[in-house]
């Protein structure tokens, strides 16, 4: 859930599947743009095998839906980094009211030590569209030691945006656009010692 520029945006999004299904998670600010339904849809169903009992990172959170929809389809634990501090306060209050005990950072995404917080199972990385650069959070999460061997990145972008260079043993499992996004799960090979 990035923010971006005003946009068109719905009143709230609705969790699809799982223990907090038909909850519903308003969208407090203009500069946030929810994961489409059926695009939240999608993606879980690509990762519905690797859910149970994962270790989540969703960064730039936004409403947290992405992590919430993980939680409540059973991920072991997600932890939320967002900087903007109304929608951290949204987010803590949605997390309380759904019984979600996660950890949430109000930080930066760009300058967080995730390999003190992870490692990390699934990443959500859903960036605002203009910026920053989806490559450089890849190399990013690549370099913190926090993803575990064989992380999944769930990437999403504008429908416009070429899928990003990825690190060295780094592979697309699946690709898809619907209306003005395009959004990728890619896989992480370890490397040998990890």
Request: glycine fraction near 10%.
């Amino acid at each position: 859930m990035a923010k971006t520029g005003k946009t068109e945006r719905p009143a709230a999004v609705r969790i699809i599947a799982g223990i907090a299904r038909g909850r519903r998670i308003p969208v407090g600010s203009d500069s946030i743009r929810p994961t489409p339904d059926r695009v939240r849809e999608t993606a879980f169903n690509w990762l519905q095998a690797d859910l149970p009992d994962a270790t989540c990172l969703d960064m730039f959170a936004g409403t947290g839906a992405l992590g919430i929809e993980a939680w409540s389809r059973g991920a072991g634990s997600v932890t939320f980094v967002e900087n903007d501090p109304q929608a951290v306060r949204l987010l803590e209050a949605r997390l309380e009211e759904f019984g979600v005990s996660a950890k949430v950072h109000r930080a930066d995404a760009l300058q967080l030590h995730y390999g003190h917080l992870g490692p990390f199972d699934i990443v959500f990385l859903d960036p605002p569209f203009q910026g920053p650069d989806i490559a450089n959070l890849c190399t990013l999460l690549e370099g913190s030691g926090g993803l575990s061997a064989s992380a999944l990145i769930y990437m999403e972008m504008h429908h416009k945006t070429r899928l990003p260079e990825l690190p060295a043993g780094w592979t697309v499992k699946r690709e898809q656009t619907a209306g003005k996004v395009r959004f990728a799960l890619a896989e992480r090979a370890g490397l040998s010692g990890e």
